[in-house]
C-alpha cells in the first residue's frame, strides 16, 4: 500500500528512490543464518524489517510502477531501486487533478 501511495503522489516525470534492507535472493544462508533469526530483536530495536522480500513487494505494485534500476549490495541484502509511474498511472493522475479543477 506504501508503494502505491508513492506512485499516487509522485510528481509527473518523478521518480520514487528506495533505499531497503531485504532478503538475500543470492545468499540463502544469510536468510537462514542471520537475518530470520535476528529479524524480531532488530525490528523491536531499530524499527527496520530487514528481511522482508523486497522482490515480491515490488512484483505487486508492478502495474503502476516501472522498476528503472534495481540494484543489491551487502551479499544481495541491500536494496537501492529507483522507479518512475507507468505513463498510464500519470495520465490518470492529471486527468483527475484537471476534473478536480474544473469543480
Known amino acids: 500500500q506504501v508503494l502505491r501511495e508513492m506512485v499516487r503522489v509522485c510528481k509527473p516525470n518523478g521518480k520514487i528512490l528506495l533505499l531497503e534492507h531485504g532478503r538475500s535472493k543470492k545468499w540463502d544462508w544469510i536468510n537462514d543464518f542471520f537475518l530470520d533469526k535476528n529479524a524480531a530483536e532488530h525490528a523491536k530495536n531499530w524499527g527496520c524489517i530487514w528481511n ?11 502495474d503502476v510502477m516501472d522498476i528503472q534500476i534495481l540494484d543489491t549490495w551487502h551479499f544481495g541484502t541491500t536494496y537501492y531501486v529507483v522507479c518512475q509511474p507507468k505513463q498510464r498511472q500519470i495520465d490518470s493522475q492529471m486527468d483527475k487533478r484537471a476534473n478536480d479543477q474544473k469543480r
Do not use: K, N
Not at 522482508?52 to 508492478?62: K, S
Open 52 to 62: 522482508r522480500d523486497l522482490d515480491a513487494l515490488l512484483e505487486q505494485v508492478g
